[in-house]
């Protein structure tokens, strides 16, 4: 166990190392907790991992699609705050892509009224 001063500027390092290591004993509980693992000993109840003579390119795609699934979920896990900003931008760009679809409609109703050449005044 690592000793941590109260004020960390006086021993970064020991803060560093704490840090580092809890963030490992997290990732590792986690991952154990998703695959289904009691033990260090146990075979993963909920994950089917590739043989050692399975193909390279079998493994890789395990590591890509499995593996990957839980870095998505549990590491690179997006808080409530960033979510709900997302959320609000991908709103305020679909409201924008519905406004520029109104105005292109408008404009090429605009453009066919004029095209068979009738004097006809619209309001936008």
């Given at each position: ?6 004020d960390v ?108 050449g009738k ?6």
């Amino acid at each position: 166990m690592t000793n941590v001063y109260k004020d960390v500027k006086k021993n970064y390092k020991s803060a560093e190392h704490l840090m580092v290591c809890s963030t490992k004993a997290y990732v590792c509980s986690a991952f154990m907790t998703w695959v289904g693992l009691e033990s260090l000993d146990d075979d993963p109840i909920h994950l089917t991992i590739p043989t050692a003579h399975s193909k390279k390119a079998e493994k890789k795609e395990f590591v890509e699609t499995e593996i990957g699934r839980f870095v998505e979920q549990y590491v690179l896990s997006k808080f409530d705050v960033e979510k709900a900003r997302r959320e609000k931008m991908e709103k305020m760009d679909e409201n924008e892509r519905k406004e520029r679809q109104s105005n292109s409609e408008r404009a090429s109703m605009v453009q066919q009224i004029f095209n068979i050449g009738k004097n006809i005044f619209i309001c936008i």
